[in-house]
Structure formats: structure tokens, C-alpha cells
């Protein structure tokens, strides 16, 4: 791994019907040797659908609030609020109110969504994926 900055025109925008994830650091940009680092955004009223990660996830909500539901319980985060979600866990989360949250995990984590046949992985190296402007 070099010591190199990762540079605002380096980072990767991905944008989805519930949220815009832009890739701060990870091996896919070549600053990292396993993991990654995100900045979500999500508009109040999104939600995201039923999903779950194969590795831990670490959630801190910087502005807004956010509900994460799980078979465990629902509970909300507000700014200034973190959590873990442990691998394996299925997870739904909603926007209470625009919200924007830093999240790190595995590098290489794939995303199962219940129903899908196959897992959805990590976002290709484009920075329109989703088909969304960069």
C-alpha cells in the first residue's frame, strides 16, 4: 500500500434510488489494502431495502437521524450517534431527516438482498454506477 492522499477527484459516487454513497478510501481506489470508508447521503423519507453485509459495519450519523431495523429491534441514530452492525445481521434503514453518515467496513464486503439470487458486491471502479451523474 502507498501513503497516498485520496483526493476529492479520486473518490467514487455511486447513487441509488434510496441514497448516494460516495467511496472516501478503499482497495478499489488503490489507498487501502482491505478497507473502505463512505460518506452516505440520504434524503429524508429514503429507505433502503432489507439487506445484509458479510462483514461488520461501523455507522456514525454526522447530520440528520436515521432508523436501522433488524430482527433484533429498531432503533435511531441521531447526529453524533454511532453504531456496529455485526456481520450477518439483516438490517433496513430509513431517513427520519436528510441525513449524512460515515461508515466504514471490509474492502471487499458483498451485500445480499433477501429474494436476489446473487450478492451485489462491492461497486464497480466507474464513477456513474447505477447509471447516476458523477
Known amino acids: 500500500m502507498s501513503l497516498t492522499p485520496v483526493r476529492a477527484e479520486d473518490t467514487r459516487r455511486t447513487e441509488t434510488p434510496n441514497a448516494a454513497m460516495t467511496t472516501l478510501a478503499s482497495p478499489t481506489l488503490r489507498r487501502t489494502d482491505g478497507l473502505s470508508l463512505w460518506r452516505v447521503a440520504m434524503a429524508a423519507g429514503q429507505r433502503g431495502p432489507r439487506h445484509v453485509f458479510d462483514s461488520e459495519q ?54 445480499f438482498v433477501p429474494g436476489e439470487d446473487a450478492p451485489r458486491g462491492t461497486p464497480p471502479g466507474s464513477r456513474d454506477h447505477y447509471g447516476a451523474a458523477p
Open 58 to 111: 461501523i455507522w456514525t450519523v454526522l447530520e440528520g437521524a436515521i432508523v436501522i431495523g433488524t430482527r433484533q429491534g429498531t432503533f435511531s441514530l441521531r447526529a453524533g450517534d454511532t453504531v456496529a452492525l455485526p456481520a450477518g445481521i439483516e438490517r433496513q434503514l430509513a431517513a427520519e431527516q436528510d441525513t449524512v453518515a460515515i461508515v466504514a467496513g471490509d474492502g471487499a464486503a458483498s451485500v
